[in-house]
């Protein structure tokens, strides 16, 4: 029996996160599968809608009870890890009920600061509930650590690891493989970025110089 859910993702974050959260959540709800990967697996182009909601504000009790609806009407809960959300409540709770959901393998940390499992509590980033559901341990028996998705990537710039951040959680979210998502986005931008600027040259906007510049930084960025 195929499962419904209203939200096909809660995002779980503390209000000083606002900023990445709804950037996230207006990346994924206007995220487009390219269309043979549509096809071949069977999905739809777009997720569909995402749910948020600041997490340190006063709750009254309906309000919670509301917000832990909408958690049992995701599908997915993305957790935005940062020290501060290592210590929010809400957070720590969200997590709590959405496993208690029996939803533990649909949990995706999207780590905006600090360091998952650092042991200490100025750059833990994983709230509680975080690491003891899955402890990392230095025997391979007992670690079962949950890996985030961090958009802070080391050696690309801002925009490109944010961006490969949105396609890193959709192929989690939707079983497809990372790395030929990505290729497929990165094919897609360049297509859309050579539109653009020929569009600009033919209607004397900018120059063929800048139009063949503009190519080639873009190639070197997404090489």
């Known amino acids: 029996m195929t499962e419904e859910y209203k939200y096909f993702a809660f995002l779980s974050f503390q209000s000083a996160d606002a900023k990445e959260a709804l950037q996230m959540q207006r990346a994924l709800e206007t995220y487009r599968l390219p269309y043979a990967v549509s096809r071949k697996h069977g999905l739809p182009r777009r997720l569909g809608q995402c749910f948020c909601y600041l997490s340190d504000i006063s709750l009254r009790e309906e309000l919670m009870q509301e917000l832990e609806q909408r958690i049992a009407e995701s599908k997915y809960l993305i957790v935005l890890c940062s020290p501060k959300s290592a210590k929010s409540t809400f957070v720590n709770g969200g997590i709590e009920r959405f496993i208690s959901l029996g939803r533990r393998d649909r949990i995706i940390p999207l780590i905006v600061d600090g360091i998952p499992y650092s042991g200490d509590p100025e750059t833990e980033c994983y709230p509680e509930a975080l690491r ?65 600027l020929l569009d600009k040259y033919e209607n004397d906007e900018i120059t063929y110089d800048k139009y063949v510049s503009g190519l080639k930084e873009y190639e070197s960025v997404y090489q």
Request: charged share 30%; glycine share 4%; aromatic share 6%.
């Open 132 to 196: 003891r559901n899955f402890p990392k341990s230095a025997n391979p028996f007992e670690d079962h650590q949950i890996l985030g998705v961090n958009i802070h990537e080391e050696g690309v710039s801002a925009r490109r690891a944010r961006q490969r951040a949105v396609v890193m959680v959709m192929a989690r979210m939707l079983g497809l493989n990372f790395e030929d998502l990505w290729r497929r986005e990165i094919k897609r931008r360049k297509q859309q970025t050579a539109i653009a």
